[in-house]
């Protein structure tokens, strides 16, 4: 009987890396959000940002922690209800897209290269509304996404043909 003593290494496609590195963090940081906003259901908004300010010592006459309190506490429980639902599906679309393109699934290629081109008309559309640097660097990220997985996804369809 042969045992091998080497094992090939399967070479891994930096791009897909990144990309699943980027997903897996935005998912992971929507959920820890969907959790904030759980937490503040059927609770007074202002009494958590005063809890959490004093719990991180932070100046709670900050013009945005004062404007935070003021529209967390414009929201009601249905409404948060909502926003952490939503919260936590989107969560879980990106940690799945992110673990797919890790574990290297032509699935999680399709899946992310539709649902990033499906929301650039709406990063477009937010900032056309109001022009900031995070929304201009978004924007350009996921067009840079989407554009990689379409050169990708049209090179293995190329290669299948050809084979």
Do not use: C
């Not at 013009?63 to 919260?87: M, S």
């Not at 992310?112 to 924007?139: A, C, D, G, K, N």
Request: hydrophobic fraction near 55%.
């Amino acid at each position: 009987m042969i045992i091998p003593t080497t094992v090939s290494a399967r070479k891994h496609d930096i791009g897909f890396v990144l990309i699943a590195i980027f997903k897996l963090l935005k998912g992971a940081l929507l959920f820890v959000m969907g959790i904030g906003a759980l937490s503040l259901v059927h609770r007074d908004a202002t009494e958590v940002v005063n809890h959490w300010t004093h719990l991180l010592q932070l100046n709670m006459q900050n013009r945005w922690i004062q404007n935070l309190a003021i529209k967390l506490g414009l929201v009601d429980n249905r409404e948060l209800g909502l926003i952490a639902g939503t919260t936590f599906f989107y969560s879980a679309l990106l940690l799945t897209e992110g673990v797919g393109l890790l574990l290297e699934k032509v699935w999680a290629e399709y899946l992310t290269f539709i649902i990033t081109t499906s929301l650039i008309p709406i990063e477009v559309y937010e900032l056309m509304r109001r022009v900031t640097v995070p929304r201009i660097v978004i924007l350009a990220v996921n067009v840079l996404i989407a554009a990689y997985l379409a050169v990708r996804l049209q090179q293995r369809e190329k290669a299948k043909r050809q084979s």
